[in-house]
């Protein structure tokens, strides 16, 4: 049964100490004025130059802890957000990630290590969020392993179970009304522009009682494995996805 009206979850990436300081704080702004309890995707030890937008910030991780303390999940995105692997993932949206097809022993490394830097800054991460949604199951092995047992992906549209871990998906990359569903829209504050960010205000203003967080969606959805029809439409998003990227990528070599 899908929730009805719809229900929605706002997830930020790319955080890490050198993010935009202008776009993320309209975006901590409308995560206040609304009440919003965000998924926020950390970077543990970011390494990709090109998520280096800004001298980094001495007070990242005390924004992140506060942020923590008023409802917001912490994700662990990634370990240094190097995308290099050709790996298959079981998400295949990019053809290179951090952790897809790396050997296992790696995998668990780099997500000990992450998971023990974030602990540091007292953050708990509590939620798996994959760099270009790249990871395979020896990562759903390693996440097991160190505890974790909730990921942000899949194009489902209710909570699920896949491989010994509960999927809450993640199908949208901006704000799209939806007659029912759990929804989570992805924002990269980064690379957002100035109206992607306007459009998200807007949407706010009509759905945020729609708004839920990670700790209601586990409590109020039962995670079982989906049915044949919810895999259907699982399947079918994928690939309309798969073709619109193809399509970007197809048009940008045009130019």
Known sequence: MLPTPAQYLLRFDDLCPTLAPDRWQRCVRLVKEFGIKPILAVIPDNQDFQLVVSKPDPDFWEKMRTMQADGATIGLHGYRHNCVSHGKSMMALHSKSEFAGVPKEIQRVWIQSGLEILRGHQLNPRVWIAPRHGFDRATLRALRKEEISVLSDGFARVPFKRGGITWIPQQLWGPVEKPGGLWTIC?????????????????????????????????????????????????????????????????????
């Not at 459009?199 to 700790?215: I, N, Y």
């Not at 989906?226 to 309309?240: F, I, K, N, S, V």
């Open 187 to 255: 924002i990269h504050s980064n690379s957002a522009k100035s109206t992607q960010i306007d459009e998200l205000e807007s949407f706010l203003r009509l759905h945020a009682p729609q708004f839920t967080s990670v700790d209601r969606v586990l409590q109020d959805y039962p995670c079982n494995r989906l049915g044949l029809a919810e895999r259907t439409h699982e399947l079918m998003a994928m690939w309309r996805a798969r073709a619109v990227r193809a399509r970007k990528r197809l048009a940008h070599r045009r130019k």
